[in-house]
């Protein structure tokens, strides 16, 4: 049994713009199994510390710009792993024009970052563009 928490807040300040935030505390699966400890058993989960924002902006009437942020402080439960820390630092920026109402265009930027005492640290910028259909 571990402890769980989850705040969230947003605030609409303008026809369809806004802005969210909030703060997440919860034991999570990882995909980091590691070796079994005779005492400690198998890695196969984190305890994570996550805050995170985001805004929606109406540039214009068909197109939105998009900010996120997101943190995370974890650390590994059981196993080969156990009580090391483990970081993540995701930031994001997109544009999308909205054509019509079940049809959209985005460009983006993702950069995220890593830093883990697993042994898998990494830094990655994802730069993508798309079209969106929705029914």
Same mark, same amino acid.
């Given at each position: ?6 705040? *969230?807040? &947003?605030? *609409? ?10 703060? +997440? ?7 980091? =199994? ?7 058993? @198998? ?12 805004? =929606? ?5 068909? @197109? #939105? ?10 650390? #590994? =439960?059981?196993?080969? #792993?156990?009580?090391? *820390? ?7 920026? *997109? ?25 898998? &640290?990494?830094?990655? +910028? ?10």
């Amino acid at each position: 049994m571990s402890t769980y928490v989850k705040l *969230n807040a &947003s605030y *609409n300040y303008a026809p369809e713009s806004s802005i969210q935030g909030g703060f +997440n505390y919860d034991r999570n699966a990882t995909d980091t =199994v590691g070796g079994i400890s005779a005492t400690k058993g @198998l890695t196969s989960s984190q305890e994570s510390a996550t805050i995170f924002a985001s805004i =929606v902006h109406r540039i214009v009437p068909s @197109l #939105f710009g998009t900010l996120t942020a997101q943190y995370q402080d974890s650390t #590994f =439960v059981g196993g080969q #792993f156990d009580s090391l *820390n483990e970081r993540y630092l995701l930031l994001g920026a *997109n544009l999308r024009y909205q054509f019509v109402r079940y049809l959209s265009a985005e460009l983006g930027y993702d950069y995220d970052k890593v830093e883990s005492a697993a042994g898998r &640290s990494y830094t990655r +910028n994802r730069f993508y563009v798309g079209v969106t259909g929705t029914y």
